[in-house]
């Protein structure tokens, strides 16, 4: 294969905004290039028709999968439909590039990831875009090296992803059990979600509440979890939607030191000595380790340490030269989408019953609370 030709199921505003992708990142996206797209929408279909030259319009993504224009698929339709979208692209011999999240629940994904085992031959991908921020892939080499030792904590504050009313009020699957099956944490967190247990492991167990503040929805805009990990360490995932202004800083701690991610910046405060060795010949009443301040500046910056573009230019790109075999550095695997998405769904399990959650959770339960919650709110709009 010397060149990859993408088709994309779902063309609202993120299969769109792909669609433009396509068409200005040309230069970049060398090896890659948009030949179909599919939407059960006719006005969808139609603006394909007018503004897409040269792409085929389809109304079923099984015709698509068929027609022999494509070679990997790109998942763009609301979240509960794309395991199984994904699972027939593997069926019908197609790579798939899957958008956030994997799916709702860990059932459907693990079905996904089975069908994709089946089909080694083909590549899976998550739209893990944030993966692509030179600061988080430079926070993983330093844990990765060794260097920020043993993990003790790790903070992320994240409640600047602002929604107001007016995002609400558009109506559709937004914001509904029946429709995304959850709130911040189905629809805006799954990048942070994703990156919180790439650097620091999944956790083994989860405290959390959810709640609806301010806002006309059924599903959560506000979290606090606090979470324990095998080795002892602990965790604060905090999101919401509604503060204004909001905050996102990333902190994770270590023997080593001490790295923060805000404002653009990479922070790592090193320990001369880890702490442990630290406190044990260290002579001083209430001495505490030297340190040294090591600075990363952010997206401006990422040329000097990775080559790929930022956010989804940068995955599509990846992506594209994993296909065609010219690098075997994979950002975002298919099968890892699930971990996140384990930990959101623990997270709401624990929000919902109130209790502590241990991780792997019961998944029958997790599915029977979000049933009862997509049947109230069936209920509530029906008076
Ligand atoms: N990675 C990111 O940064 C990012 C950003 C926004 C959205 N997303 C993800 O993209 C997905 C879509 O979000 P959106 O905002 O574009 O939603 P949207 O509602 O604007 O678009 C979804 C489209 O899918 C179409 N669709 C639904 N079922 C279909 C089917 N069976 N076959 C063909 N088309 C079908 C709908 O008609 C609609 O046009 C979501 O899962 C969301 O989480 C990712």
């Known amino acids: 294969m010397d060149k990859v030709r993408f ?12 669609t433009k992708l396509f068409q200005k990142g040309k230069s970049v996206l060398k090896g890659a290039e948009l030949t179909a797209v599919c939407d059960v929408l006719e006005d969808r279909r139609k603006y394909a028709e007018e503004n897409l030259k040269g792409v085929k319009v389809f109304s079923d993504y099984n015709e698509m999968f068929k027609s ?7 998942i763009e339709t609301p979240h509960y439909f794309h395991s199984e979208i994904a699972i027939a692209a593997f069926e019908a011999g197609l790579n798939v590039l899957c958008d956030k999240p994997a799916g709702v629940y860990t059932r459907q994904v ?14 899976f991908g998550m739209m893990f875009n944030q993966r692509t921020n030179p600061l988080y892939i430079k926070a993983k080499e330093i844990i990765e090296s060794g260097e920020l030792g043993n993990l003790k904590r790790i903070v992320w504050i994240i409640t600047n992803w602002y929604r107001p009313k007016a995002y609400y009020a558009q109506g559709g699957w937004r914001g509904t059990w029946w ?12 990048h942070q979600l994703d990156l919180f247990t790439w650097l620091a492991g999944l956790p083994v167990s989860v405290m959390a509440t959810t709640s609806t503040v301010g806002r006309a929805i059924n599903v959560e805009n506000d979290v606090t979890a606090y979470c324990k990990f095998a080795n002892g360490a602990t965790g604060v995932f905090i999101t919401s939607t509604h503060d204004a202004p909001g905050t996102n800083r990333l902190e994770i701690t270590g023997d080593g030191g001490k790295i923060v991610i805000e404002n653009g910046k990479l922070v790592f405060t090193k320990n001369e000595k880890m702490e442990p060795e630290f406190s044990e010949t260290n002579t001083v009443f209430m001495g505490s380790p030297k340190t040294k301040k090591i600075t990363y500046r952010g997206w401006g910056h990422y040329l000097q340490f990775k080559k790929y573009p930022p956010q989804h230019l940068g995955i599509i790109k990846n992506y594209t030269d994993v296909l065609l075999k010219k690098t075997d550095k994979f950002m975002a695997p298919g099968k890892e989408g699930i971990i996140g998405l384990t930990f959101s769904n623990a997270i709401h399990l624990s929000g919902w019953t109130n209790k502590e959650v241990k991780i792997p959770f019961d998944t029958a339960e997790y599915e029977a609370e979000l049933e009862k919650r997509k049947e109230e709110e069936k209920i509530k709009s029906a008076k």
């Open 7 to 18: 088709g994309i199921v779902g063309l609202g505003k993120q299969g769109t905004f792909y």
């Open 110 to 123: 693990e079905e996904m990831n089975k069908v994709a085992e089946e089909h080694p031959n083909q590549l």
């Open 68 to 74: 022999g224009l494509i070679d990997a698929v790109m």
């Open 179 to 190: 429709g995304e099956g959850g709130g911040v944490l189905i629809n805006q967190c799954p």
